[in-house]
DNA sequence: CTGAAAGCGCTAACAC
DNA sequence: GTGTTAGCGCTTTCAG
């Protein structure tokens, strides 16, 4: 019977014949009950179908066990494996992870925020959200929160990322030691990282005076948002020889378009792009990429939540994690007349720490 | 000041100098108030930055408006597009869906699912999930339940699912039309509907008088379960033509060993899967497969819940979506050895309905 | 139109 | 050890 009353600690009291109280301490387990009386406590809230009611439980308490997670984008594999990580780190802390999606748009995004703050969830990790600063220093006034491929810049709120400029560099370093010059990046436009990434390119490529060579076009973390920034590359009259799309998902359709051209990869155009998803590693997309670990990162914004639940701490922290460079197909030296440059300032092995 | 206290209504109304009935009046839009008061508590809840505590409001309500939603597996991107489905189809109905995953094991669903009806949520789908009969039957006498990809037998538990068994057969049918003989399945093990796609099969090879010809193998919603599957199908002497896998991802393992292994897709065997998830449209994977309106799927379990609520309808309803096939370059007609056959029962189109 | 009072199901002192 | 008593923050009759 759906909507029909549920049994409360009340009725099982009654069947057990015992007081509200005790019902409760043997529901949270506590040692001073009498064998007796706890095995007629749960037998008779098993006879009841008795189920805790978490709401109640929460009110009273002011702590609800649960952290909420905001995630900008299931489409993207990456957050699947970030969503692995807080899971597994937080069934392994007595907690439960509650998910809501912003399927990409801030304003879902706030709604979904909103609704995890009005549940009063002990904790919020937004992944990859693109949610204005201010109303992530908003929630954080009312739960900690943790940041999870977003840089943080306040004192109340921890973040953890990977280094998008240092990922960035390995990719230009990466390149140029194969002979490329002209190189282009298809960007992330208002995504999470893609700033740091499009400015760690630039600047790497000014390291290499290659300035003048470096170009970007806007892009998004999807499969067209890839597909369209090629496309406005092919439109130019100086044809790249290398392309750095913004994520994987990204780089995929970039593969498509340059395909659907004609032009061979790596033969004639060589493309990388970022987050090592598992879709890169498939035989025909054979894409290079820059690695970060995932469900290391959701695991790590588990900790620090529960770090400052527990804790207190009232500093934030920011961690960083190093990414690294996975050498794969889609990768090759420029056609021949684009001569080869001897530039090679770092080394670069088939997997290098930034 | 994470785990200070929240302002509550009744701080509200002492700032707007009213009583807290007002205030909650206010807070949900109640239309007989004064303009002037409303205006006063509104500037005095802003003010304090005072969020509805919605444990509160639901434990009172007996109604919290949000839908819990327990995942197998996020990996599958099948189930993310059902994400999506729901989540568009809940908004519109003013809720909210929570979601919880199973990390594909049978434990950790239960206790997803047990999360998430002691959070007394409104509803519960249960998309994909590989939970025991008793324990659906259980949570059903707590919340209306809708399943989605695996078919309810029971009366008061929704179901949205496809004709597994007409997609299965779509196969076989578009297979044998082509002039296979020889075919083999890979199964889905116990995954969602992988029964049905398996007897679906053998079904439809026995309609042929391919009975002996008809070969299935254990495998696995995965990339893995699928590279498994196909192993264990080339130890053997007689290699089929055409190779019918459990679902995309687990095709897409299979075709990573048959290439390995040197074998022409579609030259030497055919392969289809189930699905029609993005990867299977990829240039390179360009697979065959079964398509199912996922997001549609989401949505009507989403509706179906909402029904229940609202209208109070005890009766179950299920929901069967007739799937289509999508052909595309990984089927192909048997090496020439292999006579092609002239049985062709049915029309076979690019797209055909069951 | 507004305020007072009761209580949703549970926990946490505090008595017995 | 076990029962009693106050609330947690909110909604909801029911009087003014």
Redesign the pocket.
């Known amino acids: 019977m759906p909507s029909g ?2 049994p ?3 009725d099982v009291a009654a069947r057990a014949g ?5 019902v ?2 043997v ?2 387990g506590a040692p ?3 064998e ?2 706890r095995r007629a406590v749960l037998l008779a809230a098993s006879e009841l179908g ?1 189920r ?2 978490a709401v ?2 929460s ?4 702590r609800s066990n649960v952290l909420g997670v905001v995630l900008s984008d299931l489409h993207n594999p990456f957050f699947v494996e970030v969503v692995d990580g807080i899971e597994e780190e937080a069934i392994a802390s007595h907690h439960r992870a509650l998910f809501n999606t912003g399927s990409r748009s801030p304003g879902r995004e706030s709604e979904a925020l909103e609704t995890l703050l009005q549940l009063r969830v002990d904790g919020v990790i937004l992944a990859g959200t693109v949610l204005p600063p201010r109303a992530i220093v908003a929630a954080a006034a009312n739960a900690p929160v943790a940041l999870v491929a977003r840089a943080s810049r306040w004192p109340a709120i921890d973040s953890v990322t990977n280094d998008d400029r240092a990922g960035a560099r390995l990719v230009v370093d990466h390149l140029v030691s194969l002979g490329h010059r002209r190189i282009a990046h298809v960007d992330g436009g208002r995504g999470a990282g893609a700033a740091d990434r499009r400015s760690g390119f630039l600047t790497r490529m000014r390291r290499y005076g290659l300035t003048s060579d470096a170009v970007v076009v806007p892009g998004a973390f999807t499969e067209d948002g890839g597909a369209a920034g090629v496309d406005k590359l092919l439109e130019q009259s100086k044809r790249p020889t290398a392309v750095f799309v913004a994520n994987d998902l990204a780089a995929v359709g970039a593969l498509r378009v340059l395909r659907d051209r004609g032009l061979e990869v790596p033969g004639e155009v060589s493309v990388v792009g970022y987050d090592n998803v598992s879709i890169a590693g498939l035989d025909h997309v054979d894409l290079t990429t820059i690695e970060q670990p995932r469900r290391e990162m959701g695991a790590e914004a588990v900790r620090l939540l529960l770090d400052r639940l527990d804790g207190g701490r009232g500093q934030s922290r920011h961690v960083v994690i190093p990414p690294t460079l996975v050498v794969r197909g889609s990768t090759g030296p420029p056609p021949a007349r684009s001569a080869p440059s001897d530039m090679r300032p770092f080394d670069t092995e088939r997997r290098t720490r930034s």
């Open positions: 009353r549920h409360t600690i009340h015992v007081s509200k109280s005790l409760s301490l529901m949270r001073q009950v009498s007796e009386r008795y805790p009611n109640a439980r009110l009273v308490r002011n």
